[in-house]
């Protein structure tokens, strides 16, 4: 699923991926060669030449959640409108957003509570695409189309 994920996101423009551990992503994730460098580029490549597009895209690895979420976060999305992806919000995702987005999608299965809190308590506001629960693929798709129409 990460090489699809990696590929459309690259095709769609996104030019960093924050890759974050999470309750619910399994511990061997971390250890998996999908991870590799040389592994995730081949999948940015693949991206970038479906859009026809130079611009490689960066991808960081961040192992620690509240570190990542709570010391950098603040800073990459300032400036930025700053999007959780989560089902159990009230909120439907805008449409046409005109300045830049910072969109935090979850792993499969969601953000637990105290995540999606954790994330609130840093500026992002909830927002959900319907009634369906979507995998972490399709959300991805959805909401960065949704965002950029």
Request: charged share 25%; aromatic share 10%.
């Amino acid at each position: 699923m990460l090489k699809r994920i990696i590929q459309n996101v690259t095709s769609l423009g996104v030019k960093d991926i924050y890759l974050v551990n999470s309750w619910r992503v399994e511990k061997s994730f971390w250890q998996s060669p999908v991870l590799a460098d040389e592994t995730l580029f081949g999948y940015k490549m693949l991206g970038l030449e479906q859009a026809k597009d130079t611009a490689m895209p960066r991808i960081h690895k961040k192992r620690f959640f509240a570190r990542f979420v709570k010391n950098e976060l603040p800073d990459i999305a300032k400036n930025s409108r700053s999007i959780l992806a989560h089902p159990k919000t009230e909120h439907l995702c805008p449409a046409g957003v005109d300045r830049p987005v910072t969109l935090a999608v979850g792993p499969e299965g969601g953000w637990i509570d105290l995540e999606a809190k954790t994330f609130e308590d840093t500026g992002f506001v909830s927002y959900h695409m319907g009634a369906r629960i979507l995998t972490v693929e399709t959300a991805i798709t959805c909401f960065i189309s949704r965002l950029c129409t």
